[in-house]
């Protein structure tokens, strides 16, 4: 699998602050030459101005002494993803082309809702999973992406929506335009482990963008070893990409099946720790018309997952060009929702969103490595 350095480095070669941990940023800050005895306070400056605040320039961190503010600018720099376009669909929803470093992209989509706003970010350049009723997955994977690169798509949506404190307001008082977080974009979150733990702390923590473990959702499609450690690093709430009730079916939709089948995932599901809070997995199911869609998969469904607190998001398949399947009808999913809801379960039918931007679920996919790809299958001219 593709890494990167854990150190981000800006295109001047400056450290990027953005995307180190709190450790990180302290350490950074001694090898600057910050005092040692002074460096956990100017950590906890620097990380509000960065996380609480907004802040991208040093000279506007007024509550640090000229000199340092100097020092700052001299050794490292405030950069987040560069938006190359901002797409708006008729129901609201937004979706971000993102260009991060290495002139890779990727897609970022805000989902407005009553009351609330759910930011769908991705951890990978393309995916391995492959797949096969996800647009993402027709795309190799390219590299991961790093701490800065993860948080970097929340901090850029934060300043779409103009939702950074105002000054001398209490940040707590601001509006929660973006007020969830589901990491449900490109890749596979557990195939970039580390990565994405860093930056879910960073979105957690009190002093800067403060977002509650709860108001974090996880996707999965199945990465059976690093549940358990997920629950215990990351702590947030976790979906899985479940979207079939036999490992037949599921081996063709879902090919990660055949290295955990759903017996062993189901089993790293009743082991998660964080059941002990009763708090519920999220089983994702796409419909598909013709492939898991009957009643006799909603029954399977129901008797798999029991004993496990569980709430059913069913997805109407959301096409894309030349995908191989079709969207069940809504009569079908209505009565696998009815089973299921009868059983016991929660079985919302979620509302296609952003599909006229192809921003829906599944639809994700970076232009610019389609681009390239043409570019190398591409004859060479005189």
Known sequence: MLTLPRKPVATDGSTNLVGLTRDGLRDALIAAGTPERQAKMRAGQVWQWIYQKGVREFEAMTNLAKPYRAMLADHFVIEVPQVVRREVSADGTRKYLLRIAGGH?????????????????????????????????????????????????????????????????????????????????????????????????????PEGISLSRRRITLSTSGVVPEIARAADEIGCLLAVSFHATTDDVRDRLVPINKRWNIESLLDALRAYPRLSNSERITFEYVMLDGINDSDDDARRLVKLIEGIPAKINLIPFNEWPGAPYRRSSNNRIRAFADIVYKAGYASPIRTPRGEDIMAACGQLKSETERARRTERRAPATL
């Open 105 to 205: 992209e990727v897609e970022t989509v805000y989902i407005p809702e009553e009351g609330r706003g759910t930011l769908c970010i991705s951890s990978q350049v393309g995916c391995t999973l492959t797949c096969s009723f996800c647009h993402t997955g027709t795309q190799r994977l390219v590299r991961n992406l790093t701490p800065a690169e993860i948080v970097g798509q929340i901090m850029v949506a934060r300043d779409d929506l103009g939702e950074w404190p105002e000054p001398g307001r209490n940040p707590k008082d601001e509006t929660r335009l973006l007020s969830n977080i589901v990491l449900m974009g490109m890749g596979e979150p557990l195939y970039n482990f580390e990565a994405v733990r860093d930056g879910m702390r960073i979105a957690m923590d």
